[in-house]
Nanobody
Framework: QVQLVESGGGLVQAGGSLRLSCAASGRTAGTYVMGWFRQAPGKEREFVALIHKSGGITYYANSVKGRFTISRDNAKNTMFLQMNSLKPEDTGVYYC???????????????WGQGTQVTVSS
């Protein structure tokens, strides 16, 4: 397992942007597939995006495709989520998660952070 700490959340108006960061610790952090999930009040945690350990392969949920960009800097053990054109329905707690396999399923991730709140006002 790796230890993950998210940051960068906040309150933004619809149409605005935020950049989330996830700092990973542990010698094997760079060998993991990393992903972002989010959870709105009263809803299940849902997949947002993932990035392969090399950074060359990414995958997005349809709801964020074209608006969000996931990236990582393995030299700094950090992952990012650039969120543009934010909508009120993007509101939720965003979690950074890590897995040994490329998956959009929450059950396949074995490490996650404490989450960072993103609130988009209309």
């Amino acid at each position: 397992q790796v230890q993950l700490v998210e940051s960068g959340g906040g309150l933004v108006q619809a149409g605005g942007s935020l950049r989330l960061s996830c700092a990973a610790s542990g010698r094997t952090a760079g060998t993991y597939v990393m992903g972002w999930f989010r959870q709105a009040p009263g809803k299940e945690r849902e997949f947002v995006a993932l990035i392969h350990k090399s950074g060359g392969i990414t995958y997005y949920a349809n709801s964020v495709k074209g608006r969000f960009t996931i990236s990582r800097d393995n030299a700094k053990n950090t992952m990012f989520l650039q969120m543009n054109s934010l909508k009120p329905e993007d509101t939720g707690v965003y979690y950074c998660e890590a897995t040994r396999i490329a998956s959009i399923l929450k059950k396949d991730y074995d490490s996650w952070g404490q989450g960072t709140q993103v609130t988009v006002s209309s």
